[in-house]
């Protein structure tokens, strides 16, 4: 959330790392408070348009494909769900039921490596903040233009 950093190292932490979390960034960061640090490099790669970040995804699963297949079917059996939570807010003119329902989706998206569709879920998710449901009514479109993208290259990604 936004802020949070902020308020995590002004109370005094160290560091700080956000979800979903990402083991490069968790390591940078731990090893950065160690007595020598030693942080590999680690290359990030992504789709060819930016759409999914598989390297990321399958680094998530500790390397393992079928970990990949398991929890990228899940997100296909339940993101349709979390999209629809969002359009029925959008419906009801519920800003935090837009907000809330769009933070779900944001969250699960990123640790899917749904970049784009997380990018988009995120926007909606600060509309909703916001109190702007027709902002958020603008933008649904393009949610689930970019769910409908993610899931056939999540599947592929994951050998499916």
Known sequence: MEGDRERCLDAGMDGYVSKPIDAKTLLATVLKFCAEPRAPHIEETMSTDGTIDVDGLLERCGGSRDLMLKITQKFAETGPGMVAQVREAVESQ??????????????????????????????????????????SAMRLGALELEFERAIPMLRAAAGA
């Open 94 to 135: 519920d800003a935090d039921g837009v907000y809330r329902a769009a933070h779900q989706l944001k969250g699960a998206s990123a640790t899917m490596g749904a970049v784009k569709l997380a990018s988009v879920a995120a926007d909606i998710e600060m509309l909703g903040r916001e109190g702007n449901v027709a902002g």
